[in-house]
């Protein structure tokens, strides 16, 4: 990922190498990867080479606005 997320950040993450990587409880991270809410505790893991971010997504519940050039503009 190269650059942190901000915190509380759902990303997907997955192990690497076919590490067995703890998640801060204690379970195992999936190998096939899963979300989780980003914090010092990824970053770490990031840093020392054992995940990697697949993906973020966006934890917003609003639409994404639309690009100008498809507005509508009202004319009378």
Do not use: F, H
Not at 53 to 65: D, Q, S
């Amino acid at each position: 990922m190269n650059k942190s997320a901000p915190e509380s950040e759902l990303v997907s993450i997955k192990p690497l190498r076919d590490l067995r990587v703890r998640k801060p409880n204690g379970q195992v991270l999936k190998t096939e990867g899963e979300s989780v809410v980003w914090s010092a505790y990824w970053r770490r893991r990031e840093l020392e080479g054992d995940i990697e971010c697949v993906k973020t997504k966006v934890k917003t519940g609003r639409a994404p606005l639309a690009p100008p050039s498809t507005l509508e503009t009202a004319t009378e």
